[in-house]
Structure formats: structure tokens, C-alpha cells
């Protein structure tokens, strides 16, 4: 068994707007597992200045983990803690090689084409009139829930599109979700959603920012609208403090990024926690390549949760791998008779 591992850099089609700023591009690393019969893939996906991993040892750990793959995933994984996306990464590419097929990690009515995954679709920040024509192109795509990302207008022109929607489709013709993304200050979020909760809004995530339980707590405690918890989960590592962050604060939702928090089986621990306490859960991809949102939406289909997930992103770039993903009426479906572009990575091996 051997292991490589190379860079690619995924190209928007389009710019996208974040509280963060205005993203062009971004970095993704594969690890390929393979031996003289078969092989396996795994993407470690880096978001600028949300990934905690150090990016100045990123790729000494990929190489250091590489040389070692004989170790297996458990014991390579221990040394992996701080570096999240390097664990999902190779607990995906283990899945992979260990499959009779590397891109189905289990058979089920998703890689069948029988079903798919409710998700919702985004809504980039930008200008009023950008995201206002992001929003009616969704709803004609057939999505019923929309996430619309603030914190780069003021708020008053952000309610005012808010305003917009609902005066054009009400909350039985479409589900409304925001994500500020920590941008609202301490002192005016309360306000700021209690302002938001007359356009009829499912859920906000991550008003403020993430490392301020007591504040975030509060905010649970009083809001007119569910909090849910994203940001804040990331760099979160043993179960005790999982536990311990949601009983203080206890949200509405949590959010699970795999590449952010370490991968699949921390995860399952996150839903574990949170279903204890009675706390819902959705899953969404962390801007990954058709790599890694294959990994995410074949463990996601075996939760059979009912709400929308975040695994719109496949879509967002001009050179990701082709694979047999599609949207269709607001679903992630699978088409088991397209192929996926296996010389993207099959020439990095030979």
C-alpha cells in the first residue's frame, strides 16, 4: 500500500461573497491510497481564515501521513487532531480503497438514482439587485428553502430583501434560512433578530462570533428565532467539551462541516451529543470538490434526516471533477449510468 497526495486549486464559475470577503478560488489537497489492485481518494478541503488546521504544516503533515499509510487510519489518526481537514480527508480515502468501488461507500437508493438529498440553495452576498436574481433563479430551479448569507449590506437594506421575498412567497411556498457568518456585534444582535423574526425565518446561524458561550448562550435563551450553532463547533475536539458547549449554550441546531470538525466518525459523535439533548442537526459541505461532497451526502443519506441540507456547493466551480452528481428540483441525486473523471487523479498514481 502507498499513498500520494496533490494540490488543486478549484476556480469559482462565478464571485462569491462571504462576510469573510469576496472568494475567487480555493485550495483543495487529494490523497490517493492505492496498492497493485485498487485505490482510494480522500480531499482535504482548506477554507482561508475558517479552517483551523496550520497551514504552514499542512503539507509536511500530508507527506509525514503518506510515508506512514501502512499505520492504517486509527493510529495515523491520532496525530491528526489539529489538523481536521487532513482527517477527513484520509478517513475518506480509506473508505474509498476499502470499497469494491471507490466512489460507493455503501449501495443504497441514492447511488442507485432512485432518491435524493432535500438541500437548500445559496444565496451569495452581494448587491440587493445580485442577490435578488440569485433568489428568483433558485426558486425557478424548484429549490423550496433558500440560505441567504448577510453581514456584507447593511442590515436595513438585508431586511429590506428579506421583505421582498416574503412579500412574494410566504413561509408554505418557501423556507428562509441566514447565515451572518459571527458578524453581528454583542450589543445590537438581540435587536437584530428580533427584527429578522418578522419575515417568518427558519433558523440564523452563527450570529456572533464562535468562543463566547455565555453570550451565545444568552442569545439562545432569548431569540424569537432558532440559533443554530456553526462556526462555533470548530475546533471543538473531545466529546466532553461537545458536551459541555451544548448543554451551556444549548441551540436549536448545530451544524456539521466534516472538513472543519475531523471528519465523519466526529460527526456521529456531534449527532450522538446533540440528540441527547435534544438538539437538531444538519449536515453541509465546507465548499469541497465533487470528491469530498461525495463522501459527505453518501454517510448524510444513511441519517435519513428530514431537513434541507448544505450540499449545493458541487455546482460553484469551473474545473471540479466531473462526476455523477446533479440538482434537480432542490435535490442532490446521484445518476449511477455517468462516469466519474477518473484520469483527474488516476495519472497522479501511474
Known sequence: MKAFFFKHLLKFKALSGTSRGILSNKESWFIIIANENNYGIGECSLIPGLSPDPISKFELKLKEVCKNIHLGFDKLSVDLVKFPSILFGLETAFRS???????????????????????????????????????????????????????????????????????????????????????????????????????????????????????????????????????????????????????????????????????????????KSADELGIGWWSTSALESNIGLNAISQWLYEKSSDLHQGLGTGMLYSNNIDSPYYIQNGCLKYNPKTHWETGFFLNHIF
Open 97 to 271: 480503497f476499502y470499497c469494491k468501488d471507490p466512489f460507493v461507500f455503501s449501495k443504497s437508493k441514492l447511488t442507485t438514482g432512485q432518491d435524493g438529498i432535500s438541500i437548500n440553495g445559496l444565496i451569495w452576498m452581494g448587491d440587493k439587485a445580485f442577490m435578488k436574481q440569485q433568489i428568483k433563479d433558485k426558486i425557478n430551479e424548484g429549490f423550496y428553502c433558500l440560505k441567504i448569507k448577510i453581514g456584507a449590506l447593511d442590515f436595513s437594506s438585508e431586511c429590506d430583501l428579506l421583505k421582498f421575498i416574503r412579500s412574494e412567497y410566504s413561509l408554505s411556498d418557501l423556507e428562509l434560512r441566514v447565515d451572518a457568518n459571527g458578524s453581528f456585534s454583542n450589543k445590537f444582535a438581540l435587536s437584530k433578530l428580533q427584527k429578522l423574526s418578522q419575515y417568518k425565518i427558519h433558523s440564523i446561524e452563527q450570529p456572533i462570533q464562535s468562543n463566547q458561550w455565555s453570550e451565545m448562550a444568552s442569545l439562545c435563551e432569548k431569540s424569537p428565532l432558532p440559533i443554530a450553532l456553526d462556526e462555533e463547533l470548530i475546533g471543538v475536539f473531545s466529546v466532553e467539551r461537545q458536551k459541555k458547549m451544548l448543554n451551556e449554550i444549548n441551540p436549536a441546531y448545530i451544524i456539521l462541516k466534516p472538513s472543519l470538525i475531523g471528519g465523519l466518525k466526529k460527526a456521529d459523535s456531534w449527532i
